[in-house]
Nanobody, 125 residues
Framework: QLQLVESGGGLVQPGGSLRLSCAASGFTLDYYAIGWFRQAPGKERDGVSCISSSDGSTYYADSVKGRFTISRDNAKNTVYLQMNSLKPEDTAVYYC??????????????????WGQGTQVTVSS
């Protein structure tokens, strides 16, 4: 069974850091582009960051540039999202998604084929 599992969410104070993990089982992430999305209460799901399968190129939403870093460890079949300088507006459920198409995990066109269940990130004092 193909599955993505996110972990690492939690409650953090403004200015703090968290590292989210997206672990794959049942398939190898090497051949997939991976994206992180988030959905805040009452808002649409938005793309946060994505990483290509080919050369590891990375992309970020303007709202997180300079604060978030996406990376992948193919040996561990895991993708990470390092989140620094967190702000209350980063509060959301964070999802990872996988697809052979970079465009899809970048939030363009059809939705990615595979999704995790989400992990809650709350930034509050």
């Amino acid at each position: 069974q193909l599955q993505l599992v996110e972990s690492g969410g939690g409650l953090v104070q403004p200015g703090g850091s968290l590292r989210l993990s997206c672990a794959a089982s049942g398939f190898t992430l090497d051949y997939y582009a991976i994206g992180w999305f988030r959905q805040a209460p009452g808002k649409e799901r938005d793309g946060v960051s994505c990483i290509s399968s080919s050369d590891g190129s990375t992309y970020y939403a303007d709202s997180v540039k300079g604060r978030f870093t996406i990376s992948r460890d193919n040996a561990k079949n895991t993708v990470y999202l390092q989140m620094n300088s967190l702000k209350p507006e980063d509060t959301a459920v964070y999802y990872c998604a996988a697809d052979s198409s970079l465009s899809r995990v970048a939030g363009r066109g059809l939705e990615p084929d595979y999704w995790g269940q989400g992990t809650q990130v709350t930034v509050s004092s």
